[in-house]
């Protein structure tokens, strides 16, 4: 832990405690009054908890893992289960494996030589992936899917940790569902479908986090956005600083970014956009980045197997 990270983050902590009330109103006075809009801010909530939830895998709002684990428990968004997403995601932070189709747990390029023996339509599905649209729409089904088939494929293996944490993510599901079903106003299924979207929009956050380039540095984008979407994302648009400084809490990313500007654009060699609605207009209906690796040789023998954990 960042020894100048204060014992209790009070923003941080104030932000979750406003999250789980927001979700309380949400669900059920201002579904009440209307649905639609309840729908669009839990939506929007989701979002903001599973960006919550990356904060504590990195040790906020306080220096006790427990703690802040204890306080994103409720499993709000329903499809992933915390302790694969810290898992994978703590093994994502080596920036000299970033977006490895076999050893960076969440990256979106294939190995050429698997992406070459698909069948045309699974190509073309994760072609429309790789648009921004498809992403927000499919991206949370494709990866869902192809998450749990290697955890299940793990598990069976005997990673029991694996089995742990998904019966921990069940748990945590119960509470949610008892809210909704039996407290709120809101209907199951509108739930579970903003729960889908709002995994979608995390998907926008995660489009370009990271680029195939040959030098590690410069992988890592970096957003100077300052609007909605980077306050659901806590600030992760400035994804260069978040990797170097993985220790430092969401409210001092834009702060260390302003410190050193140059310095963080020369280091990971201009991979940069002025907004996120710089990036909507790019790449809504257009794909970024193509499917196959592009700078791993289609006749590079794999290392191991390629077990795909969740894209979060």
């Avoid at 029991?160 to 299924?189: N, Q, R």
């Avoid at 201009?270 to 990036?279: K, N």
């Avoid at 006749?299 to 979060?312: D, M, W």
Wanted: glycine residues 6%; hydrophobic residues 45%; proline residues 6%.
């Amino acid at each position: 832990m960042n020894a100048s990270v204060p014992v209790v983050e009070w923003r941080t902590l104030s932000l979750i405690a406003l999250c789980y009330l927001g979700l309380g109103l949400s669900t059920t006075l201002i579904a009440d009054f209307s649905v639609g809009l309840a729908f669009v801010l839990t939506t929007l909530l989701i979002t903001l908890h599973s960006s919550l939830q990356h904060e504590a895998l990195h040790g906020h709002p306080t220096r006790h893992r427990w703690l802040n684990e204890l306080l994103i428990f409720p499993a709000v968004g329903l499809i992933v289960p915390y302790g694969r997403f810290r898992d994978t995601h703590l093994a994502h932070h080596h920036d000299e494996i970033l977006t490895d189709p076999y050893d960076d747990p969440e990256t979106n390029y294939l190995d050429p030589k698997v992406w070459v023996a698909l069948p045309y339509w699974l190509q073309l599905v994760l072609r429309v992936n790789n648009t921004l649209l498809g992403r927000i729409l499919l991206g949370p089904m494709i990866s869902t899917i192809s998450f749990i088939r290697s955890d299940i494929r793990a598990a069976i293996g005997g990673q029991y940790k694996i089995a742990l944490c998904w019966s921990l993510h069940l748990i945590g599901i119960v509470p949610v569902l008892w809210w909704v079903a039996t407290i709120g106003s809101m209907p199951l299924w509108v739930y579970v479908a903003a729960s889908y979207l709002g995994f979608g929009i995390l998907k926008i956050r995660t489009f370009l986090e990271h680029r195939a380039f040959e030098a590690a540095q410069g992988r890592s984008v970096v957003i100077e956005d300052r609007g909605l979407l980077a306050f659901l994302f806590l600030n992760n648009n400035f994804h260069a600083v978040h990797h170097a400084h993985p220790g430092a809490p969401w409210y001092r990313l834009p702060r260390l970014y302003e410190k050193d500007r140059d310095g963080y654009l020369d280091r990971n060699n201009g991979y940069f956009y002025p907004s996120y609605l710089t990036v909507l207009g790019r790449y809504f209906l257009h794909a970024k980045d193509p499917v196959p690796h592009p700078l791993r040789p289609l006749g590079q023998a794999a290392l191991k197997v390629n077990a795909r954990p969740l894209r979060q």
